[in-house]
C-alpha cells in the first residue's frame, strides 16, 4: 500500500547539491541578460484552467496533460506550458499596460511523455515573451537575446537554428490539404521521414509543390538553402519569406553573432502554434533540443487581444546538465567552528566574522570535540577552530 513512498513519479527526479546550485547559476547567468534590457519577470499559478490550454491548435493533447478537478468541479490542469498563461495574463491584468510588454519567466512545466521517451515530464524553463510588437525588429531582437544567453551560460558548442512557418504553409496551401493532411505532414517533416514523406509526395498532382516539399527537411545550412529554395519554387508568399530570412542573416552578421547560426527550412512548428519565424537551439552534450521559440501572432487572439508576439524558452536543467563538469562548487565549508560549552555565542560571532571575510564557516551541532574532529575529516572540511576562553585554529 506504501510501495511508492520512497520514489519519484515516473518523468520527475530530485536534484541534488550540485544539482540545484548548477541550476541556479544558469538562471542567474540568463537573468543578467535579460534584466538589463527591459525585461520583467512574471509568475504564473502551477494550476490553471483546463480552458487555457485546451485549443487544438495549440499543440497540446488533452492526454498529455496532467488534470485534476476543483473543489467545484472544474477541470483543472497542471501547467503544460509556460507561454500560454502569460498570453492570458497578458490580456487581462496587463490589458492596458503599455505596449510593448517585455517579459520573463522562471518556470516549471508538467507534461506526460511516453515512458520510454527519454523525456522528463517536469521541465524547469527559463524565457521571454515580447508581446505587441511584431515584424524584423522584434524577431532581430529575440534571436540575438537567445543567443546571448546561450553564451552567458557558457556554452560554447551551442547552435540556433532558425525556420519559418510560412513556407510550410505557402506550399501545403498550394496542394490545398485538409487540416488534418497538413498535420500529418507537418510530423512526417519534423521527423524527417522521408520514405512516407516520398510516398505521400508521388501521390499529389502538383508535381513541382510536392517537389519542394519533399526536400524541406533536408533545407539546412547557410544562406545557400534560401537559394536552392527559391530553385524549387517560384511563389510571391515564399519569396518574400526568403529575402525576409535573408535580411535576419545580414543583421546577425553584422552584429557579429552569426557564427553559431544556421538555417533548418524543416521547423515547421506545432499545429497552428506558430506563425512566422521559428528556431531551436542545441548544445553539445545533449541530443535534444535545450531552446525553443517562434512567432505566435495569433494566440493572443484566443484570450481576448489580437496582439502580434514572439518569445523562446531554455531548459535549465538540460543546459545545467551540459555545465555541471565544467564548473567548480565548493560545497564543503572553509570551516568548521565548534563551541565548547557557554562559548556558542562566541562561535557564531566567528562565523559572522568569517562569512563577511568570504569564507564558508559551518557551526558544529556536534555534542563533542572529538564527534566535531570526526564529522569535518567525513566531510572534507580542511580546518577546525575550538571556540573557548582562546580560539584554537586546527588543520584537519
Known amino acids: ?30 537573468k543578467e541578460v535579460l534584466l538589463p534590457r527591459g525585461f520583467s519577470e512574471v509568475i504564473t499559478p502551477a494550476l490553471e484552467f483546463y480552458d ?11 492526454e498529455n496533460m496532467y488534470k485534476l478537478v476543483d473543489r467545484k468541479g472544474r477541470l483543472m490542469a497542471v501547467k503544460p506550458d509556460l507561454t500560454m498563461p502569460i498570453a492570458r495574463v497578458a490580456c487581462t ?7 510593448p510588454l517585455r517579459l520573463f519567466y522562471n518556470q516549471s512545466a508538467y507534461r506526460i511523455n511516453p515512458a520510454d521517451s527519454g523525456h522528463s515530464d517536469e521541465v524547469d524553463q527559463i524565457g521571454i515573451e515580447l508581446i505587441g510588437a511584431g515584424e524584423r525588429r522584434a524577431d532581430f531582437e529575440t534571436l540575438v537575446l537567445a543567443i546571448r544567453s546561450m553564451e552567458n551560460c557558457g556554452l560554447s ?40 514523406l516520398n510516398d505521400r509526395m508521388e501521390q499529389m498532382r502538383d508535381m513541382q509543390t510536392a517537389a519542394a516539399l519533399r526536400q524541406l527537411p533536408a533545407l539546412f545550412g547557410g544562406e545557400e538553402v534560401l537559394d536552392q529554395l527559391g530553385s524549387l519554387i517560384d ?33 515547421v512548428g506545432r499545429n497552428e502554434y506558430y506563425t512566422g519565424i521559428v528556431f531551436q537551439g542545441y548544445t553539445e552534450g545533449i541530443g535534444d533540443t535545450v531552446l525553443t521559440g517562434g512567432r505566435y ?35 564543503t565549508p572553509d570551516v568548521l567552528v565548534f563551541p565548547y560549552p557557554g562559548y556558542e555565542v562566541k562561535a557564531m560571532k566567528e562565523i559572522e566574522k568569517l562569512v563577511q571575510m568570504g569564507f564558508q564557516a559551518e557551526f558544529a551541532v556536534c555534542a563533542t570535540s ?17 571556540v573557548g576562553e582562546d580560539i584554537v585554529e586546527v588543520r584537519v
Open 1 to 30: 500500500m506504501n510501495q511508492n513512498r520512497l520514489i519519484t513519479p515516473e518523468g520527475t527526479r530530485d536534484l541534488l547539491f550540485e544539482e540545484c546550485t548548477a541550476r541556479h547559476r544558469v538562471e542567474d547567468r540568463i
Open 52 to 62: 487555457v490550454f485546451s485549443l487544438p491548435r495549440h499543440g497540446l493533447p488533452q
Open 93 to 99: 491584468r496587463l490589458r492596458e499596460h503599455p505596449l
Open 157 to 196: 558548442g551551442y547552435r540556433i537554428e532558425i525556420g519559418h512557418i510560412g513556407i510550410f504553409n505557402a506550399l501545403t496551401a498550394r496542394l490545398g490539404l485538409s487540416p488534418d493532411q497538413k498535420e500529418d505532414l507537418r510530423e512526417l517533416i519534423m521527423s524527417k521521414n522521408y520514405p512516407e
Open 235 to 267: 511563389d510571391p508568399a515564399i519569396n518574400e519569406v526568403i529575402e525576409y530570412l535573408r535580411l535576419l542573416l545580414k543583421d546577425l552578421k553584422e552584429l557579429g553573432v552569426d557564427n553559431h547560426v544556421s538555417l533548418d527550412l524543416g521547423i
Open 297 to 331: 501572432d495569433t494566440l493572443l487572439s484566443d484570450y481576448g487581444i489580437d496582439l502580434p508576439a514572439i518569445g523562446f524558452g531554455i531548459d535549465v536543467d538540460a543546459v545545467a546538465r551540459v555545465l555541471r563538469g565544467s564548473w567548480n562548487f565548493q560545497l
Open 370 to 386: 572529538d564527534e566535531a574532529k570526526l564529522y569535518a575529516a567525513r566531510k572534507g572540511v580542511p580546518t577546525l577552530y575550538f
